[in-house]
């Protein structure tokens, strides 16, 4: 192994308030040193270590790659014509979703690991380090297990999703779906997957319906993340929080009572802009998250249909301008925020004995990224100690 010092840095956000000043644990005119894939120390930069190579910052901000901990990369096809139609005054429904159900049956996998690698390095470019993704596309026993088998070869973080809407063979019959998806589906998906997820929600499934799922999964060894409250109220927040979800995903409608639930457990609660965004829908109100001192991340949710987008530093600004987020609010959210999404301690910060993924900005600040919305500040991006961006 060789290391690595990246010096003159103007800005480092550690994520480590032991290290520097304030939650961001920010350290001024710092330096970063990289062994292997680990982070082996962080200081002024006027105190680096000697090391085998070395990296001019040239007075740029250094912040933890991002961690996108809720996405949906295995899908073939596009929606234009929906979102086309849904600018021109159509709300967005969850039936949307069977458009791209048919258009990824229909590929062959070879199309759809192109289409995810496609946008993994899209995300890359932009700073994403870690991510999640989803099945979900697919509704059928062989469709959600390669799904899930393509992914895991790019991912660890991998969801099975068969409960993401009833599939259109059993719209006469979403019992004996949910059994399926309890079932043999779950059987042939389970090998590939950490974590079981479902969509919680009118058009999709109720709450009986998503216990079932969400217990069924857990029998397996997977872990719980939940769809909750994007559309409208319902049970999905409270019931991620009973069965100690890692993560309740979208908590746009939210009740007192939902919020007192996830203040009282370590759900985490993940805000997806992007899909407000896409969907000219009421914005998640994160002031009233994190004033009741919860745990909040930011996702892109990419997915076809109501969120295409792989910036996470276009859903900061989104929250900073229209979610009631601090910049250094999204920042924690969008790297340390999605690492507790994921229930992840090795990412979202940069110390010592954290993996090292680093997105280098072409600012002195991370403020940057939401003081200048849509301009493609990341600069260089190390992923596992490699440079890879």
């Not at 229909?106 to 289409?115: F, G, I, Q, R, V």
């Not at 006469?172 to 389970?190: Q, S």
């Not at 996702?299 to 276009?314: E, K, Q, R, V």
Request: hydrophobic content about 45%.
């Amino acid at each position: 192994m060789t290391s690595t010092a990246i010096s003159n840095i103007a800005s480092l956000v550690t994520n480590d308030p032991s290290l520097g000043e304030g939650p961001l644990g920010l350290i001024q005119d710092a330096a970063v040193v990289i062994d292997g894939d680990r982070v082996a120390w962080v200081g002024e930069s006027s105190k680096a270590p000697a090391t085998d190579n070395a990296v001019d910052a040239a007075g740029r901000a250094l912040v933890p790659g991002f961690v996108d901990s809720h996405s949906h990369l295995v899908f073939a096809g596009d929606r234009t014509a929906e979102f086309n139609a849904r600018m021109s005054g159509r709300s967005y429904s969850a039936g949307g979703i069977r458009t791209t159900v048919a258009a990824t049956r229909a590929a062959s996998d070879e199309a759809l690991e192109a289409n995810l690698l496609r946008y993994l390095h899209e995300a890359r470019r932009q700073g994403t380090t870690t991510f999640e993704t989803k099945s979900g596309y697919g509704l059928t026993v062989a469709d959600e297990a390669r799904a899930l088998r393509i992914a895991a070869r790019h991912t660890d973080e991998v969801t099975y999703l068969g409960a993401h809407i009833v599939s259109p063979d059993y719209a006469d019959d979403p019992a004996a779906y949910v059994e399926l998806v309890t079932g043999e589906m779950l059987d042939a998906c389970a090998p590939y997957a950490r974590w079981v997820d479902v969509f919680c929600e009118k058009g999709a499934f109720d709450g009986d319906q998503a216990r079932a799922v969400l217990t069924a999964g857990k029998a397996k060894g997977l872990t719980a993340r939940v769809h909750a409250n994007q559309l409208g109220h319902g049970p999905g927040v409270q019931l991620a929080v009973e069965l100690d979800a890692a993560s309740a995903d979208h908590c746009t409608h939210l009740t007192q009572q939902d919020v007192d639930a996830l203040a009282s457990g370590s759900t985490v609660a993940t805000l997806l802009p992007g899909a407000e965004f896409s969907t000219r829908a009421q914005w998640p109100d994160a002031r009233r998250l994190l004033d009741a001192g919860i745990t909040v991340a930011l996702s892109t949710d990419c997915n076809p249909g109501s969120s295409f987008t792989s910036s996470m530093a276009f859903c900061i600004a989104l929250a900073v301008r229209d979610m009631g987020m601090t910049p250094d609010e999204a920042l924690w959210s969008a790297t340390a925020g999605g690492a507790a999404a994921l229930r992840r301690t090795d990412v979202g910060r940069i110390a010592p004995g954290a993996r090292a993924d680093l997105a280098l900005l072409d600012a002195p600040s991370h403020v940057h990224l939401a003081y200048r919305p849509g301009v493609p500040l990341v600069t260089a991006v190390w992923q596992k100690g490699e440079r890879a961006a």
